[in-house]
Nanobody
Framework: QVQLVESGGGLVQAGGSLRLSCAAS????????MGWFRQAPGKEREFVAA????????SYADSVRGRFTISRDSAKNLVYLQMNSLKPEDTAVYYC????????????WGQGAQVTVSS
C-alpha cells in the first residue's frame, strides 16, 4: 500500500512562488508514475502535472504550463511541484497521486495541501 504525504502548502501573494513536496512510502516508487491534482472550492478535482516512472515524460495542464514544474527524486522517494508566478486562480487543495506504470488509473492519493494565493 503506497502512502503519500504532501507538504509545503501555504499562503502567498500573487506573483510569488511555492514548492510542494510529496513523500512516498510503502510501495515501489521507482516504478510509479507520479502526479499532482488540485481542487478549488466548488469545483471538481483537476489534473495539474505528472511525471512518468522514469521521469522521461512530463505533462502539464494548459493553465500551469510554463509556470509549474514537476520533478522527482527517486533516491529519496520524493516528488516536487515548483509553482512560480502564482495567480489567485491557483488557490486550491493540491493532491499528490501515484499509479503503477502500467495503470491508467491514479490509485493512491495524499491527504492534500492547501495553497492560497492572495491578490
Amino acid at each position: 500500500q503506497v502512502q503519500l504525504v504532501e507538504s509545503g502548502g501555504g499562503l502567498v501573494q500573487a506573483g510569488g512562488s511555492l514548492r510542494l513536496s510529496c513523500a512516498a512510502s510503502g510501495g515501489t516508487f521507482s516504478s510509479s508514475d507520479m502526479g499532482w491534482f488540485r481542487q478549488a472550492p466548488g469545483k471538481e478535482r483537476e489534473f495539474v502535472a505528472a511525471t512518468s516512472w522514469s521521469a522521461a515524460v512530463t505533462s502539464y495542464a494548459d493553465s500551469v504550463r510554463g509556470r509549474f514544474t514537476i520533478s522527482r527524486d527517486s533516491a529519496k522517494n520524493l516528488v516536487y511541484l515548483q509553482m512560480n508566478s502564482l495567480k489567485p486562480e491557483d488557490t486550491a487543495v493540491y493532491y499528490c497521486a501515484a499509479r503503477n506504470a502500467r495503470s491508467v488509473t491514479w490509485q493512491y492519493w495524499g491527504q492534500g495541501a492547501q495553497v492560497t494565493v492572495s491578490s
